[in-house]
């Protein structure tokens, strides 16, 4: 089983690589806000103003956000 570290790291990745299908990149988006923590919440707000990522991603990001917020 990964560490939260591990799988954090692992979701950051998969957030990250523009390669990935919107629905991979909004997935990963979403498990970081059910992780939270000062990191999740760092790369959710960067993907969230990142104007190259697609509107999807981004309002997916902000939505992580609020959750990751509550944690």
Avoid: K, W, Y
């Amino acid at each position: 089983m990964a560490s939260p570290r591990q799988s954090l790291d692992f979701l950051i990745q998969q957030l990250n690589n523009t390669h990935n299908g919107a629905s991979v990149r909004v997935g990963a988006a979403e498990g970081l806000g059910h992780l939270g923590g000062p990191d999740a919440r760092e790369v959710l707000i960067s993907a969230a103003n990142n104007l190259h990522n697609a509107g999807e991603i981004r309002a997916a990001a902000l939505r992580a956000l609020g959750m990751a917020c509550q944690r």
